[in-house]
């Protein structure tokens, strides 16, 4: 049995789930998110719960149950309240900006580098430049935000580039600091 994939989902008010074979749409105040299901499994709405039932009982199946209630999870989640991901550019002379749908880091390399947001997700740079991403869809705020990270991940020595907020990066000593 799967512990997270048996708990029923609570459709909060406002929020309209319609549930088409093995395709499910989530509609809610901050927009409406779209997903195709497995089709090992059996998706139902009954007294504003969402219940996902696997199909059978092999390891898969019961894998994947798991899996499509947290996936429907995150849709009700993200149409009802979004997702926020915070990202903080340390280094002297780093920073960020944000304009339109373009994120503008200057990270050390000797151009700016321009990241394209993808569509459904916003941007703002507070003035600590803490880049903070927002967006209905769990999933594609986490794959931006680890995409600016991979521009330029933090390294050891000095702690420069861009981190998650509360990342810790375990820090060396470096070549002078071995000799002593």
């Known amino acids: 049995m799967s512990r997270i994939g048996k708990q029923p ?4 008010s406002g929020v309209k789930v319609e549930v088409n074979g093995t395709h499910i749409k989530v509609s809610g105040k901050k927009g409406t ?6 089709p090992e499994m ?9 219940v996902c039932e696997p199909l059978g ?8 149950w798991g899996l499509t209630r947290t996936l429907i999870y995150n849709m009700v989640v993200g149409v009802s309240e ?9 280094g002297v002379g780093y920073r960020a900006s944000v304009s339109g749908s373009t994120l503008t880091l200057n990270v050390g390399y000797s151009n700016p580098v321009s990241f394209p947001l993808p569509e459904g997700i916003t941007g703002e740079v507070s003035k600590d430049n803490a880049i903070t991403l927002q967006g209905i869809d769990k999933e594609l705020v986490g794959l931006t935000a680890a995409r600016i990270r991979a521009v330029r991940k933090p390294e050891p020595y000095k702690g420069k580039g861009i981190r998650y907020a509360g990342e810790y990066v375990a820090r060396k000593v470096g070549k002078a600091g071995g000799k002593k």
Do not use: H
Not at 33 to 38: A, F, H, T, V
Not at 57 to 64: G, L, P, R, Y
């Open 9 to 12: 989902i609570a459709v909060p």
């Open 33 to 38: 998110l779209e997903r195709g299901l497995r």
């Open 42 to 50: 059996r998706v139902k709405v009954e007294d504003n719960q969402i």
């Open 57 to 64: 009982t092999s390891k898969q199946t019961m894998a994947f």
């Open 82 to 90: 979004g997702f926020t991901r915070v990202l903080n550019v340390e």
